[in-house]
């Protein structure tokens, strides 16, 4: 089965400062994970993917997360934050299918100037 | 670029009235999804189409219903509307057949409030 987990629901940093939000996940196949941001009331959109290719994985805006099997662990990160990084962001693990997206609950990412 | 756009950003309806949600995209993708958005519950799945006319359960289909009669529209139905549907109802879009790693494209989403 898939599941994922986003440690922090709401996470909070300083203009400039660097941002981790957790994830980790669950499954029984070898995972297809992503990022996915929202903006206030706009639709998800991809921040990066993880297919096998590489472990660590660049996206847009400057994140990157790092796959890391032994700790079933997904963590995104970013070096200085922005305040255009204010936002939701989901953590999601594929079920062996694009048609079965598994999603965390979100992390809702406040800059503070 | 790939468009999904949604008929309504908000919407109000009454209890007990029969609701449309609508999704158009531009791709021509196979697969089409409709999900809910509520918070600290993240997104669950509804239905999802995988070709005109053809339909599939999500997570959460009571109450709702879907239709897709062409390849690029994907309704969303809500027979009789209730209050525990009021939600954000996303819709979202991809190509199909090539494994795990294809990314849905959503659309900006519909607020829907029941009275």
């Keep these: 089965a898939q599941s994922v987990t986003q440690l922090d629901s709401h996470v909070s940093v300083s203009e400039g400062t660097p941002v981790l939000l957790r994830c980790n996940y669950s499954s029984s196949y070898s995972p297809s994970l992503f990022w996915y941001v929202q903006h206030p009331n706009k639709g998800l959109q991809l921040l990066l993917k993880y297919t096998s290719a590489a472990t660590l994985v660049k996206g847009i805006n400057g994140f990157e997360a790092e796959f890391k099997k032994s700790e079933t662990s997904f963590h995104l990160t970013k070096p200085s934050a922005h305040m255009s990084d204010a936002a939701e962001y989901f953590c999601v693990v594929s079920g062996g299918g694009a048609n079965n997206l598994f999603f965390g609950t979100g992390t809702r990412l406040t800059v503070i100037p | ?115």
């Excluded at chain 2, 908000?10 to 918070?39: A, S």
């Design chain 2, 1 to 115: 670029d790939v468009k999904v756009t949604q008929s309504s950003r908000y919407l109000v309806k009454r209890t007990g009235e029969k609701v449309f949600l609508e999704c158009v995209q531009d791709m021509d993708h196979e697969n089409m999804f409709w999900y809910r958005q509520d918070p600290g519950l993240g997104l669950r799945l509804i239905y999802f189409s995988y070709d005109v006319k053809m339909k599939e359960k999500g997570d959460i289909p009571e109450g709702y219903s879907v239709s897709r009669e062409k390849k690029e529209r994907f309704s969303l139905i809500l027979e009789s509307a209730s209050t525990n549907q009021t939600s954000m109802y996303l819709c979202a879009s991809c190509v199909s057949g090539s494994g795990p790693y294809n990314e849905q494209f959503f659309g900006p989403g519909t607020r829907l409030t029941v009275l």
